[in-house]
């Protein structure tokens, strides 16, 4: 299992974080709730929903600078310029339709040394609606075996273009720590008690949206059926390329 220095990021990390602050103050009405259910320190996980491509953002602002993502390697719905980013951060790279079992390592690791691993169960930015998570999620909360914390992003997609005036308000909802998990079984039956889990854990982010965004996790008949044509993964058929990862 891979083992981490901390301190080796931490300067970039640190001036990505006091910038974030700077940003965040000077363009949006940022409102964060339920601070308290945070804990100060790792090892745990935190999911949020995943409807803008900035979204990494809010949550290096709620959390210590020891704290790392799962990215996707190629950026999909965001623009070219915001893939710069994590490599700079250093993320944790996904490549869709490969297993991505070096990234999902690397995490581990990171939550066995202390850190705070955050995961877009989704997969990706292409609704503003909740939908289904991705199977990576519930893998590395039943290997890692620590508490999650849903988070719950609102009004971020109104960030751009960036503006003093008539700033977007931005909340972000911090929800009760909930798990760990664990997964018996093998074959079939542990596939399906993953996906029971991932879905467990996409309603604990619902709970933390309004109703009108928690898409097939709405207690509303007719939201859940309005985000049936969002659900499907565009990248189902996708086989990404592959890259060498290092350690922290």
Do not use: C
Request: charged letters at 25%; glycine letters at 10%; zero cysteines.
């Amino acid at each position: 299992m891979p083992q981490y220095n901390f301190p080796k990021r931490a300067p970039v990390r640190l001036l990505f974080k006091s910038l974030i602050y700077l940003a965040l103050g000077i363009f949006t009405k940022l409102e964060i709730n339920g601070k308290q259910n945070q804990p100060k320190k790792g090892p745990y996980i935190l999911v949020a929903n995943h409807f803008s491509f900035a979204d990494p953002v809010v949550l290096i602002r709620i959390t210590p600078w020891k704290t790392n993502f799962i990215a996707g390697a190629v950026a999909g719905f965001a623009p070219a310029w915001a893939a710069l980013f994590p490599k700079l951060w250093g993320a944790f790279w996904v490549h869709r339709g490969t297993g991505s079992r070096d990234a999902l390592k690397l995490a581990e690791g990171w939550l066995k040394s202390g850190g705070v691993l955050n995961i877009f169960p989704e997969g990706g930015a292409w609704a503003q609606v909740l939908r289904p998570p991705r199977p990576g999620v519930a893998y590395i909360a039943t290997r890692s075996k620590v508490s999650i914390i849903p988070v719950g992003i609102v009004g971020l997609e109104n960030l751009f273009p960036l503006r003093i005036i008539n700033r977007p308000v931005i909340k972000i909802n911090i929800g009760e720590p909930f798990g760990p998990f664990e997964v018996k079984g093998r074959g079939r039956e542990r596939r399906e008690r993953l996906d029971e889990i991932g879905h467990a854990i996409m309603e604990k982010i619902a709970e933390q949206l309004p109703e009108d965004f928690r898409g097939r996790y709405s207690d509303d008949p007719a939201i859940r059926e309005a985000a049936k044509p969002f659900e499907a993964y565009p990248w189902d058929d996708a086989v990404e390329g592959q890259v060498t990862f290092q350690k922290e």
